[in-house]
């Protein structure tokens, strides 16, 4: 029996597995004949706008699923109409999120003027043009805010993920519990707290840092979790290295651990940032609402741009809905920045 | 001459009979403080939530000697004239069976997207593209409440009115489904919807991890039988990951319990307690506490004080069993 | 017959020659494959590996470890293409159809070369009964005697006689042998034409690797069975066929096959000779 040969070097790497373009035409006929079908009961039975026709797209779908296990091996058909449907529920879901973002540019848009960024709305108010004012007030004041939470949260964190990691003491399993039950903590509870200690026995007023504090509550789970994640990764050798030398538990920890996971715990910090950026409830108990710009963060009032929002929508205008969704904007283009800070200083650490 | 050799060990060791020694680290001065410091530090955590549940307790306990039980179950909120206090009655009982009703409407309608994303970005998502999304899901868990809550009341309130009314118009029959008045903007329904947007990121996350550790060689058995991808999900991935998805659940329902502003701006706070999903009726205790907060007068602010204190012990618990369940699944299958 | 292929950098030549004393030389082929080549991503790690399986016979893919053959084996039952960067370039012959053809359905040909893993995976929330039942419950097959059927793969596995008493308990609740066992008896539950092992016994003790190596030799009586294995041992006890896999700083390649007999007392190749003799591997 002689067998054709071909040489090597021709031969190509293929995939016969691949979905043929035939199997892709009628998986979307499957599904164009679903939607047209849907709109076919959405005209019958007046069931009304897009939920209505959601509802009637995944009945069809079940329905010519059922129909199709008959003709083609039942196994494959159910697997056909699984995949459809997961695909469905993530592409229903990315619908709000791309709203959401869809609607804080475009609504908060004209708001924004030369001088936006830079006044307050100490001689304007709310409904007023939106060619007068702006939100210095709330930047600078939730600035001040992230950096002091930042100050005392980041610390407290990475001795907490120390003590956890390193030093392994008896509290560890009761550390880690406590912290996990402390992200648990609603943030209007933390604002009660800080309410009624710093703002009622310390300061007799609103202030930004205890403001400042409540963030700091809320920040400090998150910064915690991550920096343990983050130690936990350091291997072992590099200690046992270190001590080998010599060194003391504590120049181990701060000549060696840290410096290595430098950029991890930076991220750390800057992604718990993000997440308490745009707090509002505890800032409403803890640091009020001021049009001022300042930056007196020890007594009185401060202005920040959750806050800024939110009196915005209280007035009740369009024009202080619009100045609303410009705040909007501009928060979550700071969320946007600190997140995309956190990722590009740490990295993925716990990649894919 | 021979050196006699100090030992430590037990006299009555030797080499056939072994007497354990005990090895004690005793660390240098610099290492004492180190570790007193850290060690203090990382109690802060417990320091903080033990304080938080003081203070509360503290401002609050007035209130809870004066109602009792009352407290939780009555309805009225009334602070009276503001300076006798017999003239006051304070009651979460609507606000409480409102933020359960609005959390629970959340959960179901999350549940089941955030099963379907996990799936989707675990087992049908292509890899370039798995890394991407993954990223963004981690951004839109960022995004903070009171966006969500604009968006919930500038943009999404027509389409979940109009849902509302869609759904009172074919299920009214339903006791749940029913309203005293054909107004539906500002339901607990609508609530729900928002919230449940705001919780499925977390519960997605949780899924996925769990669902990524799904062991590969029984999926692998699954397809060498013969299955397809759906018959490798339903059979091993599914309930493997049934503690992890519970446990995310549960995440996300505790989040949804302590929603302030989100609920706030969507939400028509009534105090009557309301079953009817679609009316413009509801509550919810966080945002009872924002809402009365600026006016209130002394007796009411600690009444505000016991409710943060009940609503703190609630979202606990339910964290609690979160993490249990979850710490379950990474517990029995490893 | 041998069929026996020497490297050459440049050109591949293959040379088929008749063995006179081979009485097998008549059977037919349940499974061929022609030029066989194996991707992940750019990494060649298969190349040009093109053998016969003979019928109700058991053949032994034997060799050092990562030169191809776990790879190979998994692209006769279409599981190579799960992993995301695979590619491949062949034939693979099942009743003389090509399994990799347009339009053919994987499943279906999965149902028909069965594989056991290496480390024995019954499914832990499924009872012994449900494991077996497995197959034709995943594929939606009606099973007229489930019962028959179970009786019937587990002693074919050689397990029933352990188990017949207690089919209702959990899969994870026998050991390691017994498990691998009960995989054998899932595989067999669909009826397969060929059965393929990725050193089966690799994980198990050597009591329970022998009553496994009764059981191949029972079943391949009745199908075609293809075993991968780094045991030279194992591979003289249990194969009446062996194919050699090599890789010298390259693609996993065929050296050289034929009777177990031949290759192990009077290899044609050289490195076939130093790997049986254990110089190296």
């Known amino acids: 029996m002689t067998t054709t040969f071909v040489p090597d070097t021709l031969v190509k790497p293929g995939r016969p597995w691949r979905r043929t373009h035939r199997s892709t035409l009628a998986t979307l006929g499957f599904v164009a004949i679903a939607g047209l079908s849907s709109t076919g009961i959405v005209a019958v039975t007046g069931l009304a706008g897009p939920l209505g026709w959601y509802v009637g797209f995944v009945f069809s779908l079940a329905v010519l699923g059922f129909l199709g296990s008959f003709f083609r091996d039942r196994v494959v058909a159910i697997d056909l109409f699984a995949t459809v449907l997961i695909c469905t529920a993530f592409m229903t879901v990315l619908i709000p999120w791309v709203s959401i973002f869809y609607s804080v540019i475009k609504r908060g848009a004209p708001a924004f003027h030369k001088g936006y960024l830079t006044t307050d709305m100490l001689v304007t108010s709310s409904g007023e043009a939106l060619n007068l004012g702006g939100l210095s007030h709330a930047i600078v004041g939730t600035l001040l805010m992230l950096i002091i939470a930042a100050l005392i949260c980041i610390p407290l964190g990475i001795i907490a993920a120390i003590y956890i990691v390193e030093i392994k003491g008896r509290f560890a399993g009761v550390v880690r519990f406590l912290t996990q039950a402390m992200s648990g903590v609603p943030s209007i509870v933390a604002g009660l707290f800080i309410y009624s200690t710093l703002v009622i026995l310390v300061f007799h007023s609103f202030s930004g840092i205890a403001g400042a504090c409540a963030l700091a509550i809320l920040m400090l789970p998150t910064v915690t979790r991550t920096a343990e994640e983050v130690l936990k990764l350091v291997p072992d050798h590099l200690r046992a290295a270190s001590y080998a030398l010599g060194a003391s538990q504590a120049q181990t920890t701060f000549r060696v651990v840290l410096p290595s996971v430098r950029s991890g715990l930076i991220s750390a910090s800057v992604l718990g940032l993000a997440r308490v950026a745009g707090e509002t409830a505890p800032l409403l108990l803890t640091s009020g609402y001021f049009i001022k710009l300042t930056t007196n963060v020890g007594n009185g009032a401060i202005g920040s741009l959750p806050t800024y929002i939110f009196s915005a929508l209280g007035a009740g205008t369009t024009e202080s809905m619009t100045r609303a969704w410009g705040g909007a904007c501009v928060l979550l283009a700071l969320i946007l920045i600190l997140f995309i800070g956190a990722r590009s200083l740490g990295g993925r650490n716990k990649g894919r | 001459m021979p050196t006699q050799l100090v030992s430590d060990a037990s006299p009555d060791a030797s080499p056939d009979n072994p007497v354990g020694r005990v090895i004690a680290t005793e660390y240098g001065p610099s290492d004492k403080v180190f570790r007193g410091v850290i060690t203090s530090g990382a109690m802060m955590s417990l320091v903080v939530l033990a304080l938080i549940a003081g203070f509360l307790l503290f401002r609050g306990l007035e209130i809870f000697r004066d109602f009792g039980f009352g407290f939780i179950t009555n309805v009225v909120w009334d602070p009276g004239d503001g300076i006798d206090k017999a003239t006051a009655s304070f009651g979460i009982g609507a606000m409480l069976v409102g933020s359960v009703v609005t959390a629970v409407i959340a959960l179901l309608i999350a549940t089941p997207f955030a099963m379907g994303t996990a799936l989707f970005l675990e087992y049908y998502c292509p890899s370039w593209l798995r890394i991407f999304l993954t990223s963004v899901l981690d951004l839109v868990a960022a995004i903070p409440s009171v966006i969500y809550g604009i968006w919930g009341y500038a943009v999404f309130m027509k389409y979940g009115t109009s849902w509302g009314r869609s759904i009172n118009e074919y299920l009214g029959w339903f006791p749940l489904f029913n309203v005293p008045a054909p107004i539906f903007e500002r339901s607990p329904f609508i609530a729900g919807m928002v919230l449940a947007l705001m919780i499925v990121p977390i519960t997605t996350s949780v899924a996925r991890a769990v669902y990524s550790q799904a062991p590969r060689d029984q999926i692998d058995a699954v397809y060498a039988l013969g299955g397809s991808r759906w018959s490798g999900i339903r059979h091993i991935v599914l309930p493997f990951g049934r503690s992890g998805l519970i446990g995310g659940a549960m995440l996300g329902l505790g989040r949804a319990l302590g929603e302030t502003v989100a609920v706030y701006l969507v939400l028509n706070l009534v105090f009557r307690i309301n079953f009817e999903i679609l009316a413009s009726v509801g509550g919810n205790v966080a945002s009872l506490i924002a809402n009365k907060f600026g006016e209130a007068g002394e007796y009411e602010l600690k009444a505000l004080m016991a409710s943060g204190l009940v609503l703190f012990l609630v979202t606990l618990l339910v964290n609690f069993a979160a993490t249990a369940i979850v710490g379950r699944t990474r517990g029995t299958e490893s | ?281």
């Open chain 3, 1 to 281: 017959m041998i069929t026996m292929l020497t490297d050459n950098t440049s050109t591949v030549e293959t040379t088929h020659q008749q063995a006179s004393l081979v009485s097998e030389a008549a059977q037919t082929s349940a499974m061929e494959t022609r030029g066989i080549h194996a991707w992940f991503g750019k990494n060649h790690v298969l190349r040009n590996v093109s053998l016969q399986f003979p019928a109700n016979s058991v053949t032994g893919l034997i060799g050092p470890s990562g030169c191809g053959k776990s790879t190979f084996l998994r692209l006769l039952n279409r599981m190579h293409e799960f992993i995301p960067t695979a590619a491949m370039a062949g034939e693979v012959f099942l009743d003389g159809q090509d399994i990799y053809r347009p339009g053919a359905a994987a499943a279906e040909i999965r149902l028909r070369v069965g594989m056991v893993f290496q480390k024995p995976n019954p499914f832990p929330s499924m009872t012994i009964q449900q494991n077996v039942l497995a197959g034709p419950t995943l594929s939606k097959t009606k099973v007229a005697d489930k019962k028959d059927l179970v009786e019937d793969c587990l002693t074919r596995a050689g397990l029933w006689k352990e188990v017949k008493d207690r089919l209702d308990a959990y899969g994870s609740s026998l050991s390691g042998g017994q498990q691998q066992r009960l995989c054998i008896a899932r595989a067999l539950a669909v009826r397969p034409d060929v059965l393929l092992m990725d050193e089966p016994c690799s994980a198990l003790d050597p009591g329970s690797t022998l009553r496994i190596e009764e059981t191949i030799h029972e079943l391949s009586e009745s199908m075609t069975i293809v075993i991968v294995t780094h045991n030279m041992q194992q591979a003289a006890r249990v194969s009446d066929h062996c194919a050699f896999f090599l890789s010298e700083d390259g693609p996993g390649h065929l050296v050289e096959t034929g009777l177990t007999s031949m290759i192990f007392s009077n290899p044609s190749d050289q490195r076939t000779a130093d790997y049986v003799q254990g110089r190296f591997g």
